[in-house]
T-cell receptor, first 113, second 117 residues
Framework: NAGVIQTPRHKVTGKGQEATLWCEPI?????VFWYRQTIVQGLEFLTY????????DSGMPKERFSAQMPNQSHSTLKIQSTQPQDSAVYLC???????????FGHGTKLSVL | GDSVTQTEGQVTVSESKSLIINCTYS????????LFWYVRYPGEGLQLLLK?????QKGSSRGFEATYNKEATSFHLQKASVQESDSAVYYC??????????????FGIGTLLSVKP
C-alpha cells in the first residue's frame, strides 16, 4: 500500500498561470478530501468527494479554484490564473468510509512567483 | 462556525518530563463532534494519533492520552514522559457530527513539540 500519492511534490508557477495538482487516493477508499496549509491560516478544508460525487465544497474559493474526481483512482485540484496568495501546501487525504480516519499524502507545495 | 484553538504554537520539553498540549473547540452542530489528534513527524505525512467520539471518554495511543471534556469543550493531549522521538507537530481537530459534512475535519493551528535530550 503506497498510501495517498500526490504529484508533483513541488510546483512553481508564474502569476496568472494555471496549476493542476493530482491526487491518487488509497485503493478502495471512497472519500477524498483537499486541504490547504499556510503558516498564517494553518490547515484549511477546501472540498470533499464521496464515491466521486462532490459533497462539500464550502472551503473552496469561489473563483479560480475547481476540483474534480473523474474516477475512483484520482482527483485533481485546478487553480486558474494563480496569484502569490495561492502559495501553500495542498494536501489530499482519503478515507475508507464516512467517519473513518483520514490518510494524508505528503502534499504539493505550490509556489506562485 | 466550528473551530479548534491550540494556544501554543511551540512547546519545548526535556526528555522524560510530562507534557500537556492544550486544545479547546467550538462546535455548532446539534450533536457532539468527534475529536482527534493528528501528528506529523519530520519527513512524514499527517497521520492519526488518536480519536474519541463519545463525550467523557479517553483516547490513548503511543503513550499519549486525551479526554473528551464536553463541559469545558476541551481535548488536551497529555503524556507522562516524553521521548525525543515524540518531536513532531501535533494538530487537534474536530469533525462535525451531522449531515453530509460529518467527515470533514477542522484543524487547529498545530503545536510544534521539541523534546530536548
Amino acid at each position: 500500500n503506497a498510501g495517498v500519492i500526490q504529484t508533483p511534490r513541488h510546483k512553481v508557477t508564474g502569476k496568472g498561470q494555471e496549476a493542476t495538482l493530482w491526487c491518487e487516493p488509497i485503493s478502495g477508499h471512497s472519500a477524498v478530501f483537499w486541504y490547504r496549509q499556510t503558516i498564517v491560516q494553518g490547515l484549511e478544508f477546501l472540498t470533499y468527494f464521496r464515491n466521486q460525487a462532490p459533497i462539500d465544497d464550502s472551503g473552496m474559493p469561489k473563483e479560480r479554484f475547481s476540483a474534480q474526481m473523474p474516477n475512483q483512482s484520482h482527483s485533481t485540484l485546478k487553480i486558474q490564473s494563480t496569484q502569490p496568495q495561492d502559495s501553500a501546501v495542498y494536501l489530499c487525504a482519503s478515507s475508507l468510509v464516512s467517519n473513518e480516519r483520514l490518510f494524508f499524502g505528503h502534499g504539493t507545495k505550490l509556489s506562485v512567483l | 462556525g466550528d473551530s479548534v484553538t491550540q494556544t501554543e504554537g511551540q512547546v519545548t520539553v526535556s526528555e522524560s518530563k510530562s507534557l500537556i498540549i492544550n486544545c479547546t473547540y467550538s462546535a455548532t452542530s446539534i450533536g457532539y463532534p468527534n475529536l482527534f489528534w493528528y501528528v506529523r513527524y519530520p519527513g512524514e505525512g499527517l497521520q492519526l494519533l488518536l480519536k474519541v467520539i463519545t463525550a467523557g471518554q479517553k483516547g490513548s495511543s503511543r503513550g499519549f492520552e486525551a479526554t473528551y471534556n464536553k463541559e469545558a469543550t476541551s481535548f488536551h493531549l497529555q503524556k507522562a514522559s516524553v521521548q525525543e522521538s515524540d518531536s513532531a507537530v501535533y494538530y487537534c481537530a474536530l469533525s462535525p457530527n451531522y449531515g453530509s459534512s460529518g467527515n470533514k475535519l477542522i484543524f487547529g493551528i498545530g503545536t510544534l513539540l521539541s523534546v530536548k535530550p
